[in-house]
T-cell receptor, first 112, second 114 residues
Framework: QKEVEQDPGPLSVPEGAIVSLNCTYS??????FMWYRQYSRKGPELLMY????GNKEDGRFTAQVDKSSKYISLFIRDSQPSDSATYLC????????????FGAGTRLFVKA | SQTIHQWPATLVQPVGSPLSLECTVE??????LYWYRQAAGRGLQLLFY??????ISSEVPQNLSASRPQDRQFILSSKKLLLSDSGFYLC?????????????FGEGSWLTVV
């Protein structure tokens, strides 16, 4: 079993839809949870960063962590064609850095 | 603010030729530095990381090597490329602090070995 599981998609939604992207994990010691957005042929860029459980909101993006279920989510409201990208979840214990574990990424397509 | 530069962005190399990818970070001191490879559908594979000048840790045995000649410079090399070395290579950095040191990536280098 992989430490982090992420559905590769692709996920295709119409413009304006609410998108839900998810990851599950097996290591209960993870405390730091990140979401990265990666456009085609570009490096991943940090989108959201959350410590421990709870929600964090930034504009149209909401990151949610449920440590009891070992489940994290990224919600995108009012999705736009410019949101079309691959979204990678990542998580780490307190050392972070090279101990960061990445999901394989979910490809999202937002249709105009 | 911190920035990371990685080059070249794209290269096509024949089998058996050498490789050198370079990365520099600006706006921070004593960063942790990383080289990842990303294969389609397989996510990010950590190749090397470095916590200081001349200090390199390898995560997987392979045909590649890394060096850190200066604090903010990280180089990925190979003496003889294999077809299997083709892929998308990403340099990254994080601050050397305890607790959730988030990783920031460069723009990546596409390598095609022919």
């Amino acid at each position: 079993q992989k430490e982090v599981e992420q559905d590769p998609g692709p996920l295709s939604v119409p413009e304006g839809a609410i998108v839900s992207l998810n990851c599950t994990y097996s290591n209960s010691a993870f405390q730091y949870f990140m979401w990265y957005r990666q456009y085609s042929r570009k490096g991943p860029e940090l989108l959201m960063y959350t410590y421990s459980s709870g929600n964090k909101e930034d504009g149209r993006f909401t990151a949610q962590v449920d440590k009891s279920s070992k489940y994290i989510s990224l919600f995108i409201r009012d999705s736009q064609p410019s949101d079309s990208a691959t979204y990678l979840c990542a998580m780490s214990v307190n050392t972070g850095g090279f101990k960061t574990i990445f999901g394989a990424g979910t490809r999202l397509f937002v249709k105009a | 603010s911190q920035t990371i530069h990685q080059w070249p962005a794209t290269l096509v190399q024949p089998v058996g030729s050498p490789l050198s990818l370079e990365c520099t970070v600006e706006g921070t001191s004593n960063p942790n530095l990383y080289w990842y490879r990303q294969a389609a559908g397989r996510g990010l594979q950590l190749l090397f990381y470095s916590v200081g000048i001349g200090q390199i840790s390898s995560e997987v045995p392979q045909n590649l090597s890394a060096s850190r000649p200066q604090d903010r410079q990280f180089i990925l090399s190979s003496k003889k490329l294999l077809l299997s070395d083709s892929g998308f290579y990403l340099c990254a950095w994080s601050q050397r602090i305890s607790g959730g040191n988030t990783i920031y990536f460069g723009e990546g280098s596409w390598l095609t070995v022919v």
